[in-house]
């Protein structure tokens, strides 16, 4: 049986500044649609360059009084996955969202879910899987809550989140797990499962810079396997989009 859903959709901006403005632009639009449908909106962050700099125009359109309205304390705001640092270690994805976007919109506190933080209490990774996947788990119903917009980075080996080519974590069906030995630092991490992931009802994947055109090219072929190249087992539930810049989209055929 074929799968009903979609063929990913790409699109590609001239550079990775152009592309940020693009996808602060398309993320705040649908974040304001979520809200006026459901009355609010849920989305998942990542970190890394781009997605710290997509925050960075969000916050600068929330500025702009003539921009499309987005009531913050009506977002939220939930993580693809975390390092197992401490809270104030500037390797946290939370922290640098929090510099980027979420401290200048002042979003409130019991809409802000971030992955525990290493000092925050729990035994280990694997227990504060257990306590986001928890979390989840209640702001769902018992289910995966509604994910309007989930965002991912991708690496240069194909990884998304924290779930690496031919881990454990490919194959792992929780929502969330613990992931150790991660061949780039920090090796220990939290991390949303494939099951959490294509669940969302929108999965974007931001990649921008020539290292990651290989990685690009193989996920958009059709050919590779989830184990190979985690990317290529990225489906969102209505959309999946590729967002580029003209570097990461070099290798493509067009």
Known sequence: MSDPRPTPDVVVEPDAEVLARAVASAL????????????????????????TAVLVEVARLAAEPEAVVVDWSQVDVWWGDERWVPAEDPERNEKGARAALLDAVGMPAERVHAIPASDA??????????????????????????????M????????????FPDSPAVTDERAVFAVRDCPKPPPTRVSLGFSTINA????????????????????????????ELPAAGVQGARATRWLLDTAAASQLQR
Request: aromatic residues 2%.
């Open 28 to 51: 705040v639009a649908r974040l304001a649609a979520a809200q006026a449908v459901h009355g609010s909106a849920s989305v998942v962050l990542t970190g890394g360059g781009i997605g």
């Open 121 to 150: 209490g729990h035994a280990g990774p694997e227990e504060a899987a257990a306590a986001y996947a928890a979390e989840l788990a209640a702001a769902g119903g018992g289910g995966t809550p509604r994910i309007d917009v989930l």
């Open 152 to 163: 991912l980075g991708v690496g240069p080996e194909g990884h998304v989140a924290s779930i």
């Open 200 to 227: 969302a009802e929108e999965v974007w994947l931001l990649v921008s810079g020539a290292g990651k055109a290989e990685a690009v090219a193989r996920a958009l072929s059709g050919t590779e396997s989830a184990a």
